[in-house]
T-cell receptor, first 112, second 111 residues
């Protein structure tokens, strides 16, 4: 089954805990992105990567970290430094800089 | 000024009517423009892309682009209750051509 897969669908984090969200793709796209969406809001860019072993900060990178060790994988870690992590997290892939993005199903993170 | 702006709505139209959604953007050299539909609790799905000035039609959807006015719109003809969703405008911004999203317009089609 081709496409982009995010896991888990729901995630609960305790105060002071780091959690990692998974994003995997098998479409061989170079560019991968992480967005955050808060209720009633649009998507805000956290991090992006256009090539293996390289990634760039987006508009709201503080409190988050990423890695891109393999082309097909771009995990996002929400660290304890992120004070308000409750949100809907979306991973996206693009084939090139002028094309559309395709999204995974999203991970809904809640702080408990 | 936000890089991509949409009327937040909510917008309500009766079934069968035309829904008109608008978006403006700040980067004069933006090249790619997209409309996504997002149902509540789901991820966005692409419904239209447009790259050159003018109209582009796909079924009941028409995207309109005016680069001189930095304006892109989406028309939904014969609106159906299943079209009720949030519509997100996305534009490639800057030299890195990041895909930047507006805050979305919530559309409700009334039966």
């Amino acid at each position: 089954d081709g496409g982009i897969t995010q896991s888990p669908k729901y995630l609960f984090r305790k105060e002071g805990q780091n959690v990692t969200l998974s994003c995997e793709q098998n479409l061989n796209h170079d560019a991968m992105y992480w967005y955050r969406q808060d209720p009633g809001q649009g998507l805000r860019l956290i991090y992006y990567s256009q090539i293996v072993n390289d990634f760039q900060k987006g508009d709201i990178a503080e409190g988050y970290s990423v890695s891109r060790e393999k082309k097909e994988s771009f995990p996002l870690t929400v660290t304890s430094a992120q004070k308000n992590p409750t949100a809907f997290y979306l991973c996206a892939i693009r084939d090139s800089l002028n094309t559309e993005a395709f999204f995974g199903q999203g991970t809904r993170l809640t702080v408990v | 000024q936000k890089e991509v702006e949409q009327n937040s709505g909510p917008l309500s139209v009766p079934e069968g009517a035309i829904a008109s959604l608008n978006c403006t953007y700040s980067d004069r050299v933006s090249q790619s423009f997209f409309w996504y539909r997002q149902y509540s609790g789901k991820s966005p799905e692409l419904i239209m892309s447009i790259y050159s000035n003018g109209d582009k039609e796909d079924g009941r959807f028409t995207a309109q682009l005016n680069k001189a006015s930095q304006y892109v719109s989406l028309l939904i003809r014969d609106s159906q209750p299943s079209d009720s969703a949030t519509y997100l405008c996305a534009v490639t911004i800057g030299s890195a051509r990041q895909l930047t999203f507006g805050s979305g317009t919530q559309l409700t089609v009334l039966p």
